[in-house]
């Protein structure tokens, strides 16, 4: 009878102490951002985001973090098959970097981010939506670069601005200027400026020099294109897009006089 009185009492007492042994302390934001960095660093948006939007349960106002987020988000963009589901990841990755671009105004990759997710938006928009969003590219690349002048990817997107928009024929424009509202003119000059000038800055990023290399190209100098895509293709690739950018410059190399 004594027996049978203890057995309860000790199976009782393994559940309570089992239980604590086995229970975890919550991480912290810090602790979750490390793990979605290893993620990140490896190019896996979902296994970062599991890890990221965790901590912003927590620290909804990191900014840092809501950096981290968007940057994901467009990652899983490049990676979606539709036009809608590019859209709406785009739109996720925007949400985020406006959040952070709100929170803090000094900060010039915040301030940068949103432009980095329109840009990628604008081939997957209607022509009424790229006129609209061409200003708010280029006035958030002229902010993150009077915060940081020393931002490359500030330099670069900014290139890219110039390199689109110089690209828009006579035609086009004026159609454009009449349906939805007029577009900014430049150069492909302005934009070999911006290259050269993020290069300067960061010269061990390879789409610094393909994107300066096409721009040549659009120039009608293959000499100058033809010595900045070599560079750049001849680079490791290091970041997200850096296989993408290649082909770019595959091609445009191949298309050289």
């Given at each position: 009878?004594?027996?049978?009185?203890?057995?309860?009492?000790?199976?009782?007492?393994?559940?309570?102490?089992?239980?604590?042994a086995?229970?975890?302390?919550?991480?912290?934001?810090?602790?979750?951002?490390?793990k979605?960095?290893?993620?990140?660093?490896?190019?896996?948006?979902?296994?970062a985001?599991?890890?990221?939007?965790?901590?912003?349960?927590?620290?909804p106002?990191?900014?840092?973090l809501?950096?981290?987020?968007?940057r994901?988000?467009?990652?899983?963009?490049?990676?979606?098959?539709?036009?809608?589901?590019?859209?709406?990841?785009g739109?996720?990755?925007?949400?985020?970097?406006?959040?952070?671009?709100?929170?803090?105004?000094?900060?010039?990759?915040?301030?940068?981010?949103?432009?980095?997710?329109?840009?990628?938006?604008?081939?997957?928009?209607?022509?009424?939506?790229?006129?609209?969003?061409?200003?708010?590219?280029?006035?958030?690349?002229?902010?993150?670069?009077?915060?940081?002048?020393?931002?490359?990817?500030?330099?670069?997107?900014?290139?890219?601005?110039?390199?689109?928009?110089?690209?828009?024929?006579?035609v086009?424009?004026?159609?454009?200027?009449?349906?939805?509202?007029?577009?900014?003119?430049?150069?492909?000059?302005?934009?070999?400026?911006?290259?050269?000038?993020?290069?300067a800055?960061n010269?061990?990023?390879?789409?610094?020099?393909?994107?300066?290399?096409?721009?040549?190209?659009?120039?009608?100098?293959?000499t100058?294109?033809?010595?900045?895509?070599?560079?750049?293709?001849?680079?490791?690739?290091?970041?997200?897009?850096?296989?993408?950018?290649?082909?770019?410059?595959?091609?445009?190399?191949?298309?050289?006089?």
């Amino acid at each position: 009878m004594q027996l049978r009185l203890l057995i309860p009492i000790w199976w009782a007492t393994f559940l309570l102490l089992g239980a604590g042994a086995l229970s975890c302390p919550a991480q912290t934001a810090d602790e979750l951002m490390g793990k979605g960095d290893k993620h990140d660093l490896t190019f896996e948006p979902n296994r970062a985001l599991n890890y990221y939007l965790k901590a912003a349960e927590t620290e909804p106002n990191n900014v840092p973090l809501l950096l981290r987020i968007a940057r994901q988000y467009r990652y899983l963009m490049a990676e979606a098959k539709s036009h809608e589901e590019k859209l709406k990841l785009g739109n996720s990755a925007l949400g985020y970097g406006q959040r952070a671009a709100k929170l803090a105004p000094l900060n010039s990759e915040a301030q940068l981010s949103p432009a980095i997710t329109y840009g990628k938006m604008l081939p997957y928009e209607g022509s009424k939506a790229q006129v609209q969003l061409s200003p708010l590219i280029k006035t958030a690349a002229d902010k993150a670069i009077r915060l940081d002048p020393n931002n490359d990817t500030a330099w670069h997107v900014l290139g890219r601005w110039h390199q689109v928009l110089a690209k828009v024929g006579v035609v086009k424009r004026a159609l454009g200027g009449l349906l939805y509202g007029k577009l900014p003119v430049t150069t492909q000059e302005a934009a070999a400026k911006c290259f050269t000038q993020a290069i300067a800055i960061n010269p061990s990023r390879l789409r610094h020099y393909i994107e300066l290399g096409h721009t040549y190209a659009l120039m009608g100098n293959s000499t100058e294109a033809k010595r900045f895509l070599k560079k750049g293709l001849s680079m490791p690739n290091h970041e997200y897009d850096d296989p993408e950018l290649k082909v770019k410059g595959r091609e445009t190399l191949a298309k050289l006089p």
